[in-house]
């Protein structure tokens, strides 16, 4: 006979992303490169606090440029000490979007686990 846990406390749990043409267009993960890149005004210095290779980040800011609408991330090529890249007036509203989504995304979730009935 198996030993059950007493109490058990169960929760509901997800993420958001938002999608463009069925394709992952933005998560907290991007959100947070951006974010990055903003404090640095750096790619590569944004993908190295991050842990992140610096392709797989300029993979992820080309693949969001692509699916956006706008631009969120303008990169340049710099001289001896490295390139440019600037976050957009579009990505601002993007961050901002997405703070609201995950907000109400999370009082939504802690709503379904005060209701779940295990």
Request: glycine fraction near 0%.
């Given at each position: 006979m198996t030993a059950h846990k007493l109490n058990t406390k169960y929760s509901v749990d997800g993420r958001v992303w938002i999608n463009s043409d069925n394709f992952s267009f933005i998560g907290q993960g991007?959100?947070?490169l951006i974010k990055k890149i903003k404090e640095f005004g750096s790619l590569r210095k944004?993908?190295?606090e991050m842990k992140m290779?610096?392709?797989q980040a300029?993979?992820?800011i080309y693949k969001m440029n692509k699916l956006s609408e706008k631009p969120l991330v303008i990169l340049k090529r710099g001289g001896k000490d490295g390139g440019i890249a600037e976050v957009t007036e579009f990505a601002e509203n993007v961050i901002i979007a997405y703070k609201n989504l995950q907000t109400a995304f999370d009082i939504f979730i802690n709503e379904q686990?005060?209701?779940l009935n295990v």
């Open positions: 991007k959100i947070d944004a993908a190295s290779s610096y392709r300029w993979q992820n686990t005060k209701n």
